[in-house]
């Protein structure tokens, strides 16, 4: 139901709350039971081995643009496996080398890039990026969706 | 649209700086209801592009995003006279400050998403996730038609990964297929994502290597008897698989999502049940702990930067003035 680790009192609290699901329109406990960050209703099975195949396909053929990043100090899908892939794996010439990006005149982290597709890492953040490093997250957000370097 | 707009948001106290609405969305024919949250930006929001969000899991709930990392407000427990509570406060760095940010809880049986067809509709998989939450969104365009020229991006995190590409996949050959209305995709965006098999099963041990959690030699030898490497698909049993586990034992005691964070109520704690009083206290001796942890590595820091003969700003001391020069600041960067 949460991930170890995982401090989920704050949103449990709220999205259980009868006055928060009716003032954003959500169905009430009493109709779908308890909100938790992670469900135990769901049967799922894994049917793609590797989206490989799909990042070419959708970036050389059909044109998007794409940034894969990681947050450097998660275990639990490390930058390693991120960086192989990106960098052997796609039959992309790299663009643009490996090279430090920055936010207020400091290192937030790395950024390599494969025609379309950027490869970066946060310096110091875990699996969930934005919480650990906001202002940097944002600006890399903006930066991706201006199509600025 | 308009009965799904939110008017206000229970631990906020002001006016919201942007239109919020959230409600459901249903796909399928059995009764599955996708349940989303959408925040405009806040400035020009017919200008900014659309984001769609989504966590991974897979199972767990686009609240994560929304609540701890980039949603509109910054979430707060507290203690209130009818116990605890949870304040709201804006969030400085929101990405809706530059984009229309919408949440969605999927598949169906997760978050706030259900089926009114209970169980059976919470069997799925890859690819019926991406089918319904193509429905999803071309039924999401249709209600907010303002934004159906909108520049359109997907993005996510950990098994997001597999979630991300393979909607997009679906909205891409969807348009070719002339599905209505046409939506206006330029890109996507994944945080640390599940992508491939092979490829994520063999990144742990030379993460734990480079991050100095077990020592070259123990990854020397891991890479000798996994065969040059080949460390994701190791039989029980066999020396590489045996060192495998060896190495799980080493980092076992960390914070699998972050080595640099304190692991709240322990790895290993999988009780389902929350009891408030023991999570305090939990929480409280990881703090503690934490707390000390942090002051006997700030205490070798400026030891070792005394034998350096130098003098760095550490934690806690006074940081220079605007324009003064402090001997090899810069190089902190």
């Known amino acids: 139901l949460t991930p170890p680790c995982t401090d989920a009192r704050a949103a449990s609290l709220w999205l259980n709350d009868d006055a928060v699901r009716s003032a954003i329109h959500a169905a009430p406990k009493q109709v779908i039971g308890e909100w938790t960050l992670c469900s135990n209703h769901l049967f799922y099975t894994r049917v793609v081995p590797s989206l490989i195949p799909t990042h070419k396909s959708l970036t050389q053929k059909h ?68 919480t650990n490093k906001p202002k940097e997250s944002l600006t890399m957000f903006k930066r991706f969706l201006d199509g600025e370097p | 649209k ?3 707009l939110i008017d206000a948001v229970p631990g906020f106290d002001g006016e919201l700086p942007s239109k919020h609405y959230g409600g459901y969305i249903p796909v399928g024919t059995s009764g599955k209801r996708l349940y989303y949250y959408f925040v405009e930006a806040e400035t020009d929001p017919s200008e900014a592009p659309v984001v769609l ?20 407000f910054n979430f707060r427990l507290a203690d209130t006279k009818a116990g605890q509570g949870v304040k709201l406060t804006l969030n400085s760095y929101a990405w809706n400050k530059v984009a229309n940010m919408l949440f ?26 991406a089918a319904d ?29 597999m979630y ?22 330029e890109g996507y965006l994944i945080g640390n994502a599940v992508t491939d098999t092979e490829v994520d099963g063999n990144a742990l041990p030379l993460f734990a290597a480079g991050k100095s959690l077990i020592s070259q030699a123990q990854y020397d030898t891991l890479w000798k008897r996994c065969d040059g490497g080949n460390f994701w698909n190791a039989s029980a049993g066999c020396e590489c698989d045996e060192l495998l586990d060896d190495l799980v034992d080493a980092v076992s005691a960390l914070n699998v999502y972050d080595v640099l964070e304190p692991c709240y109520l322990g790895p290993n704690y999988d009780d389902g049940e929350e009891d408030q009083d023991d999570e305090g206290e939990g929480w409280a001796k990881v703090q503690g702990a934490a707390k000390k942890k942090k002051q006997a590595r700030l205490n070798s820091l400026q030891k070792a930067l005394k034998s350096h003969g130098r003098k ?13 020069r402090v001997h090899n600041w810069h190089t902190l960067g």
Request: negative net charge; hydrophobic residues 35%; proline residues 7%.
């Open chain 2, 164 to 185: 991300v590409p393979n909607l997009a996949r679906a909205v891409v050959e969807g348009n070719e297929d002339g599905a209505e209305p046409y939506i206006n995709i």
């Open chain 2, 2 to 4: 308009q009965n799904d």
């Open chain 2, 312 to 324: 760095w700003p550490v934690v806690g001391s006074a940081l220079p003035r605007v324009g003064e």
């Open chain 2, 53 to 72: 969000w989504l966590n991974g899991g897979p199972g767990c709930s686009s609240f994560d995003g929304f609540v701890y990392e980039h949603g509109p």
């Open chain 2, 133 to 161: 939450a193509e429905e999803f969104l071309r039924k999401w365009f249709t209600r907010y038609t303002q934004f159906q020229s909108s520049r359109f991006f997907i993005s996510g995190e950990s098994y997001a990964g």
């Open chain 1, 63 to 130: 044109g998007l643009r794409a940034l894969i990043y990681s947050g450097d100090h998660d275990m639990a899908v490390p930058h390693t496996g991120s960086e192989v892939w990106t960098s052997t794996k796609l039959d992309a010439p790299e663009t643009a080398p490996w090279r430090p990006w920055m936010v207020a005149s400091q290192v937030a982290g790395y950024v390599v890039d494969y025609g379309s597709l950027s490869y970066a890492t946060v310096k110091g953040a875990g699996h969930m990026v934005p």
């Open chain 2, 104 to 129: 969605l809880d999927s598949p169906a049986g997760v978050g706030l998403s259900y089926s009114e067809a209970g169980p059976r509709d919470y069997r799925t998989d890859d690819l019926v996730t």
